[in-house]
């Protein structure tokens, strides 16, 4: 409740300046305006701000009053008032440069922005613009950002495995807030396809396979329009999209955008942790712990997700199964045991695993569950593929049963 947060702020700016605290004062103003920028109350947020920033000033505190400029900058970007933001905006990076102030903007602060993002798109602004440039290039080198082109001010959050779920920064794009089935489509064959740019022809026969041309690309450019609208409700109509590319008739995800995607941190985390160093451990426990099932779930029958879904199946059980050969190489037999299971239950006759999970089973010293897993193993490989196991599993049987 903004009205009654108003109050009560008031009640407590009058506290302070009955003690003569004009700093206590000033924060209050400055914490209500931040809050009142981020409701979009502009108007009132402004005019908590510009006390605020006289109130820094009469006090001598440069860092209260960059942050409530940083704010009132928000607000005017939020508002496409460029005229408005350009002065303040280069003086308050040129107080930040000075006083090492950059958290500002690349960390969460209570003074600051509640998600480092926000105001990334004022650090592109004065990038492009010379507005302090070489400082806003290296704060956004600080968050890996340097070479956006354009940003909405949150990172785009995507889940693909076991799960399919988007963020807008903090916020969750719920099942309605895709507003058309195909544009959550449209999003996840882009994913699918970010490496390889499509065709507008290429997706409307993915998306709409029975239709004919003229009706398929109709429905495209609806699709698009809306799926534009989902990711960046706040874009200009006409600006460049800060996370897909058109070019031509071809489209594709924005290389260097400001997006972070579970299947690709899962890819990258796997074939670090497969690489034989000190902490390939840790990293294949976190691969492991983000595969939290099949890619793009609701996907399942679509032929365009078949392969790329395959191949990160495929990786999970390399991750899997090296951490199981570490966990039993480390005395962990238990969640060897656990992770063992996981893999067969994924695929059944990854032979590897029935050796992990005998050696385990052995050193715990339950022989029964040993000679189960063989036999498992044996069975499974009869039935599934029509042999037997190979020769080191038969020998490493043999030499744990009569050990």
Known sequence: DLTLAQTHAQQAIEIASQAGDEWIASLTRLTMGASLMLASRYEAAEEWLNRAVLGFQECSDPFGKTAARLWLCYGWYKQRQMDRLGRTLTEALATCRENDYGFLFTSVSHLGAPDERIF??????????????????????????????????????????????????????????????????????????????????????????????????????????????????????????????????????????????????????????????????????????????????????????????????????????????????????????DLGQRILAKDNCWERAYRHLMQAFNALGDRGQLARTYQRCQQTLKEELDVLPSQETQDLYRKLIHS
């Open 120 to 337: 990334t798109p004022l650090l592109v602004l004065a990038r492009d613009r010379n507005m302090e440039g070489a400082y806003a290039l290296r704060l956004l080198e600080a968050l890996r950002l340097d070479r956006v082109q354009s940003h909405p001010g949150f990172r785009l959050a995507v889940e693909t495995l076991g799960n399919f779920q988007v963020k807008r920064g903090s916020e969750l794009i719920p099942s309605n807030g895709w507003r058309r089935e195909k544009s959550r489509q449209l999003f996840q064959l882009l994913i699918t396809y970010r490496q390889s740019p499509l065709d507008r022809d290429q997706i409307c026969e993915h998306l709409w396979p029975e239709a004919d041309l003229a009706t398929a690309q109709r429905n495209f450019k609806i699709t698009l329009n809306t799926l534009y609208q989902v990711l960046e409700p706040e874009r200009d109509a006409g600006s460049d999209s800060a996370f897909i590319v058109r070019d031509g008739t071809t489209y594709t995800l924005r290389l260097n955008a400001d997006l972070w995607l579970d299947s690709d941190h899962f890819a990258r985390l796997t074939r670090e942790g497969l690489k034989p160093v000190s902490h390939s451990m840790q990293m294949l426990e976190e691969a492991v712990a983000l595969y939290r099932g099949e890619y793009l779930p609701d996907a399942l029958y679509e032929s365009w997700a078949a392969e790329e879904r395959e191949r990160l199946a495929t990786l999970f059980l390399e991750a899997a199964d090296k951490l199981c050969e570490l966990y039993v190489q480390t005395a962990r037999f238990t969640e060897a045991i």
